[in-house]
């Protein structure tokens, strides 16, 4: 049976109760205890983040939060509640491993039945009353049930909430495949699946379906399995706010670096106190306080020492929405006497990979900037090369970097016929004594690597600004070990990233400016330069 609708009493006859008790707001903020941060069992009255939720929650949410907030002793007394007073339910909790499991089921459901007044307990016959379960039989073939496992299996569910989803991603990737793949499907459309979690890291399943959600316009009508994405930042734990006695941040460490964080974020000398505070708690570690307590979400999935590109000058990127055309976004028109650079990544075009396209105007002010972007998984190689002569055609007729590997080869076979601006590969043959050619280049671990790190100095440096939020995200987890990452087969998540960094390479290449090559010295014509050898 799908979960009523929002208020919507089905519950057993209570004699003697009044009618408030029809009223599930009312009861969640009147019936149930919990068990408090300081070890004492209170009434749970629902906190600005989760009645904020409430109001707004969709069938499917994703829930992105700092620590404190409470949202898996929400859920598991909100699916108590449903499970008492909704008929022939069956509600489950997953969470990353068995003691997190048993501290759900004991300190939060079991504990809100147990002090549950006697004469409600009376309505209910119980069961199943085992370290994992409680079913609830009504008297009438009807029963419902509250489950909280520590893995994913297939099953039926009318409600299903994933607690830290985000550590079980990083633990076990293959049980939070199978989250996905089985115990999610199994929920009817009309069913509601919740997942919440603090950042680990920037990368994952987690990671990866809350920018999708978060990046969906604002305005897009949702379908059932479409998902809603919250943001719970620090400034919603307002118990521990109002304990804060507020400090002048002028006798903080590093004040002026925290005067310029409550200037950008327009925070009260109370929450900037707060977040000092928090600092001086992680040792002073600033990624870890971003991670921790984030105040935005691109703060939430810092992870410090493994990534490529500076997590501080990802954020400063000024970014925008562009105009939407086809499977093109552009953030710019084409401006004569500009110098521009094409990168292309061909795909197989089945629905895996992106084929993707980045043009950069290397003399935007004030510093460089992506000013297209195609993206498709569904093009075939050949057709690509009419993307790629579409956008180099836009700009100038720019020159273009395709990557040759694999389907590659299609893609330049029918672009050679139709576009003469094509990046050549030229080597010298020491054994003929002669130069040879090749359109396109072919990628090995050192050329990515020397175009990688061509890029992460740019943009680390500040010289560079992309403005496509997707292409930010995907920099923000690109690693730095790149032998590591071809073994890596979430690579496909970087697409957009490798695109401008092809397109980048050809600063050295675009129009006007003559290069020298590293063996001879000598100089040659800027659409056809001799690869480093």
Not at 466 to 472: A, L, N
Not at 489 to 507: E, T, Y
Request: proline residues 5%.
């Amino acid at each position: 049976m799908a979960r009523p609708k929002k208020n919507e009493y089905q519950g057993p006859t209570i004699v003697g109760t009044d009618e408030r008790m029809k009223d599930k707001p009312w009861r969640i903020s009147h019936l149930y205890k919990i068990k408090t941060i300081k070890h004492t069992v209170e009434r749970f009255v629902p906190n600005r983040a989760q009645a904020e939720f409430e109001e707004q929650r969709h069938n499917r949410n994703i829930i992105l939060k700092s620590r404190r907030l409470g949202f898996t002793t929400y859920e598991a007394v909100d699916s108590l509640d449903d499970a008492l007073f909704c008929p022939n339910v069956d509600n489950l909790i997953l969470s990353y491993d068995a003691p997190s499991q048993l501290d759900i089921f004991d300190n939060k459901v079991k504990l809100a039945w147990d002090n549950l007044p006697d004469v409600l307990q009376q309505l209910w016959r119980l069961d199943t009353d085992r370290s994992n379960k409680m079913k609830f039989n009504w008297g009438d073939k009807s029963t419902s049930s509250v489950t909280v496992r520590s893995h994913g299996r297939s099953g039926t569910f009318s409600r299903v909430h994933i607690s830290e989803f985000g550590k079980m991603c990083r633990i076990s990737p293959s049980d939070a495949d199978e989250v996905l793949s089985g115990t999610i499907q199994a929920v009817p459309l009309e069913g509601r699946v919740d997942i919440e979690s603090t950042a680990e890291g920037n990368s994952g399943l987690f990671y990866d379906m809350f920018w999708e959600a978060w990046n969906r316009p604002k305005d897009q009508a949702l379908n059932p399995v479409d998902y809603r994405a919250f943001f719970f930042n620090w400034q919603y734990d307002d118990a521990e706010l109002s304990g804060i006695v507020p400090l002048d941040p002028q006798t903080f460490q590093q004040w002026q670096k925290f005067k310029r964080y409550q200037e950008e974020h327009c925070l009260t000398d109370r929450e900037i106190t707060y977040y000092y505070f928090k600092w001086l708690s992680l040792n002073k570690d600033w990624d870890i306080l971003h991670q921790e307590y984030p105040t935005t979400p691109e703060e939430a999935f810092v992870s410090s020492g493994v990534n490529l590109f500076s997590a501080e000058s990802l954020m400063k990127m000024q970014t925008r929405e562009g105009e939407q055309v086809g499977d093109w976004r552009y953030f710019a028109d084409y401006k004569p006497g500009h110098r521009y650079g094409l990168g292309a990544d061909p795909s197989g075009g089945v629905g895996q990979d992106n084929a993707t396209i980045a043009v950069i105007d290397f003399d935007a002010k004030p510093r460089a900037e992506l000013v297209a972007l195609y993206v498709s998984d569904r093009i075939p190689p050949d057709m690509f090369a009419y993307e790629i002569r579409s956008g180099g055609t836009r700009y100038g007729n720019c020159v273009a970097m395709v990557e040759r590997n694999n389907h590659g080869h299609a893609t330049l076979a029918t672009l050679k016929n139709i576009y003469a601006n094509i990046w050549k590969e030229v080597k010298y043959d020491k054994e003929i004594d002669e130069k040879t050619d090749r359109l396109g280049f072919h990628a090995t671990a050192g050329f990515n690597a020397t175009m990688e790190y061509a890029l992460s100095t740019a943009i680390n440096e500040e010289e560079m600004n992309i403005p496509d939020k997707e292409t930010v995200q995907e920099l923000k987890s690109y690693p730095k070990d790149a032998m590591a990452r071809q073994k890596d087969a979430s690579s496909k998540h970087w697409d957009r990233a490798k695109a401008v960094m092809i397109a980048f390479h050809m600063l050295q290449y675009a129009k006007g400016q003559r290069v020298v090559t590293m063996s001879s010295g000598e100089e040659c014509d800027p659409f056809n330069p001799l690869a480093q050898f």
